[in-house]
């Protein structure tokens, strides 16, 4: 077992208010298995698998007396894969319930998402945050039918500045009343403050490391800064792992 996997299960059991889910999940994919189309991300069984796992997990077997409904996805690091994971995770979420599902790009810094769901990243969260119009206007349908993307829109300099501003609050509050589950990709936390900011307004974090290279100190100061503004840490995802063995045979261990 990898200190990493040893830091997560230490990182959920620290703490009344965490209850953590370790996917040690092989992301991102190999280009043949990760295609932007307009049916959707496309992930391969064992992918499909261990992603399905991690959104029962936090979204539809939570023990909470008020399941989460808006989740949003951190990486420590910039590269950890976060995008790929939440983008995921939110597809196959809405593949499992018959509510409605939209994924944000909070991603001021480094927007991906509307890359990965092969649609534009016109008329998005910054355009809606200088708006009146209502959220719904400035979202994306996608497949399947009850999955939408809230793209960042047009990023201006002061545009991180807006995640801490109370329209951000209001537009996440609208968000919550539009769409049954909410999940919100974020710049790292271990670079940026916006994920802090951001861990107000939710109902809780998954946390995305990179194996063999998230540091430990690094964890343990963003699950704080999380901690220190009542955000639980709902699961996590050891993402990039090598495998020593063949993958097939390591699935039968």
Same mark, same amino acid.
């Given at each position: 077992?990898?200190?990493?996997?040893?830091?997560?299960?230490?990182?959920?059991?620290?703490?009344?208010?965490?209850?953590?889910?370790?996917?040690?999940?092989?992301?991102?994919?190999?280009?043949?298995?990760?295609?932007?189309?307009?049916?959707?991300?496309?992930?391969?069984?064992?992918?499909?698998?261990?992603?399905?796992?991690?959104?029962?997990?936090?979204?539809?077997?939570?023990?909470?007396?008020?399941?989460?409904?808006?989740?949003?996805?951190?990486?420590?690091?910039?590269?950890?894969?976060?995008?790929?994971?939440?983008?995921?995770?939110?597809?196959?979420?809405?593949?499992?319930?018959?509510?409605?599902?939209?994924?944000?790009?909070?991603?001021?810094?480094?927007?991906?998402?509307?890359?990965?769901?092969?649609?534009?990243?016109?008329?998005? &969260?910054?355009? +809606?945050?200088?708006? #009146? @119009? $209502? /959220?719904?206007?400035? *979202?994306?349908? %996608?497949?399947?039918? !009850?999955?939408?993307?809230?793209?960042?829109?047009?990023?201006?300099?002061?545009?991180?500045?807006?995640?801490?501003?109370?329209?951000?609050?209001?537009?996440?509050?609208?968000?919550?009343?539009?769409?049954?589950?909410?999940?919100?990709?974020?710049?790292?936390?271990?670079?940026?403050?916006?994920?802090?900011?951001?861990?107000?307004?939710?109902?809780?974090?998954?946390?995305? &490391?990179?194996? +063999?290279?998230?540091? #430990? @100190? $690094? /964890?343990?100061?963003? *699950?704080?800064? %999380?901690?220190?503004? !009542?955000?639980?840490?709902?699961?996590?995802?050891?993402?990039?792992?090598?495998?020593?063995?063949?993958?097939?045979?390591?699935?039968?261990?």
């Amino acid at each position: 077992m990898s200190k990493n996997f040893e830091l997560l299960q230490q990182v959920g059991t620290s703490g009344t208010a965490t209850r953590a889910t370790v996917t040690d999940a092989p992301l991102p994919l190999r280009a043949e298995h990760v295609r932007a189309r307009e049916t959707g991300l496309q992930l391969d069984d064992v992918a499909r698998e261990e992603m399905l796992r991690l959104v029962q997990s936090v979204f539809l077997t939570a023990t909470e007396a008020t399941p989460p409904r808006v989740v949003m996805f951190s990486g420590i690091d910039s590269g950890n894969g976060c995008s790929h994971v939440c983008s995921h995770a939110a597809a196959v979420l809405a593949d499992n319930v018959t509510g409605s599902v939209c994924v944000v790009d909070a991603n001021l810094r480094a927007p991906s998402l509307p890359e990965f769901f092969g649609v534009t990243n016109h008329h998005g &969260l910054t355009d +809606a945050l200088h708006s #009146r @119009e $209502a /959220i719904r206007e400035f *979202t994306k349908k %996608l497949h399947p039918e !009850n999955l939408w993307l809230l793209s960042c829109g047009s990023v201006a300099t002061d545009s991180p500045a807006l995640i801490n501003s109370e329209i951000m609050k209001l537009r996440i509050a609208e968000l919550r009343q539009q769409f049954d589950y909410v999940l919100i990709d974020t710049p790292p936390l271990n670079s940026y403050s916006d994920g802090v900011a951001l861990g107000r307004l939710v109902d809780g974090a998954v946390l995305v &490391l990179e194996a +063999a290279a998230t540091r #430990r @100190e $690094a /964890i343990l100061k963003v *699950t704080a800064d %999380l901690r220190a503004v !009542n955000t639980k840490v709902l699961g996590a995802v050891l993402n990039k792992r090598a495998f020593a063995i063949p993958e097939a045979l390591y699935r039968r261990l």
